[in-house]
Each structure stands twice: as structure tokens, then as C-alpha cells.
Nanobody
Framework: QVQLAESGGGLVQPGGSLRLSCAAS????????MRWYRQARGKERELVAA????????NYADSVKGRFTISRDNVKKTVYLQMNSLLPEDTAVYYC?????????WGQGTQVTVSS
């Protein structure tokens, strides 16, 4: 009964900011690394950011490095993606993801549209 629920997406102008949230339940949140993926229309799903279980290490795709920040709150059982200086090419459905016991779990996704 792993549940991941993304929120915070929407329409924003280039240069703007959004903060995505992923609320987790059904597993020991603090034991697992978490990831954000995105999939743009007509493109392959790509890993955007990852964070270790304790939140002490992060990794980012080159395309978002310096603009996006992944973080987590292990008390609230929520992982965040702060997105700044947004570009039209950031437009995509963003998904929260984890791996447990060899299985990938995904949220429903939240749409981010960057357009003037």
C-alpha cells in the first residue's frame, strides 16, 4: 500500500518558481532514497533529482543543476522539489518515485507548464 501523491504543479512563466511536494505513506519513509522524474510530451522519462534516505546527499540532472533543489522532511514524510528559474523546456509531468524490494513505485504525477 505504498502511496505517493504529488502536488504543487501548475502554469508558471519562464523565470518563475514552483515547489512540488510528494506526500508518502505505506512504508518507512526514512529508510528509502527518493527521486523526482519528469516526462515531457514526446520525450523519454528522465531522472531529475535524487536524495538519500537521510537527506545527506543529492544528485541532479545536468539540465536542472543550480536551478532545482530536492529536499525531504522525514517527519512529515514528504519530499520536495524546489524549481527556480524555470524554462519552457522544464514543461513536463513530474513524478515522485522510490524503489523498494526491487519494485518501483510512482505517484500519479503533477503537470508543470512553463509558458509565457
Amino acid at each position: 500500500q505504498v502511496q505517493l501523491a504529488e502536488s504543487g504543479g501548475g502554469l508558471v512563466q519562464p523565470g518563475g518558481s514552483l515547489r512540488l511536494s510528494c506526500a508518502a505513506s505505506g512504508f518507512i519513509f526514512s529508510s528509502y532514497a527518493m527521486r523526482w522524474y519528469r516526462q515531457a510530451r514526446g520525450k523519454e522519462r528522465e531522472l531529475v533529482a535524487a536524495i538519500t534516505s537521510a537527506g545527506d546527499s543529492t544528485n541532479y540532472a545536468d539540465s536542472v543543476k543550480g536551478r532545482f533543489t530536492i529536499s525531504r522532511d522525514n517527519v512529515k514524510k514528504t519530499v520536495y522539489l524546489q524549481m527556480n528559474s524555470l524554462l519552457p523546456e522544464d514543461t513536463a509531468v513530474y513524478y515522485c518515485q522510490l524503489n523498494r524490494w526491487g519494485t518501483s513505485y510512482w505517484g500519479q504525477g503533477t503537470q508543470v507548464t512553463v509558458s509565457s
